[in-house]
């Protein structure tokens, strides 16, 4: 619940912010947070052992590339999240879970279960009901019955009798029925 509540904050803040700060700014404010938070608990657990080794003590190759694909992988979502919506960053994220899955099976002899079975399929089902579902079209559609109706009930007389006219029914109130 507040993973979703923060994920729609976001997007809300994104979007509709009054300042329209971009993507790289709003990424510096939320990391300047959390570089905050890691320095409070530095000074509160750590401290002893990052004066005596340093901060970056035990940092290898490996970890310096994790640190860099988890500051990219942040960029990548908020872009996302500015351009697209939250709901097709929760399709991305299933969809890279079940790629992911199957390639291990190659690589790392993994197995695949009933359950993964069951819950790629539904995956693949609701990526294609939401690219196929295309809400602009039911707008127009909308728009094109709106457009037709009519506003009154002087025009939706005259429409109907129109109608009739052109069916061959009635031609107008006052002249006889075929």
């Known amino acids: 619940v507040t993973s979703s509540f923060s994920g729609v904050y976001f997007e809300f803040v994104l979007k509709k912010s009054p300042t329209q700060l971009s993507v790289h700014c709003r990424n510096f404010h939320l990391a300047s947070w959390s570089l905050i938070l890691a320095i409070i608990h530095i000074l509160s657990h750590d401290l002893e052992q990052v004066k005596q080794y340093g901060v970056f003590h035990g940092f290898d190759i490996l970890v310096v590339l994790v640190v860099i694909m988890q500051g990219v992988t942040g960029f990548v979502v908020s872009m996302m999240i500015k351009y697209a919506d939250n709901v097709l960053k929760g399709f991305a994220i299933a969809i890279a879970a079940v790629l992911a899955t199957l390639v291990s099976v190659p690589l790392f002899g993994a197995s695949i279960s009933g ?63 075929r």
């Open 115 to 177: 359950s993964f079975v069951v819950g790629a399929s539904i995956v693949a089902c609701a990526v294609k009901m939401y690219s196929y579902y295309d809400g602009k079209k039911s707008n127009k559609s909308v728009e094109v019955v709106a457009k037709t109706a009519p506003t009154t009930v002087v025009e939706e007389k005259d429409e109907m009798l129109g109608l009739l006219e052109k069916g061959g029914v009635v031609s107008t109130p006052s002249k006889e029925v």
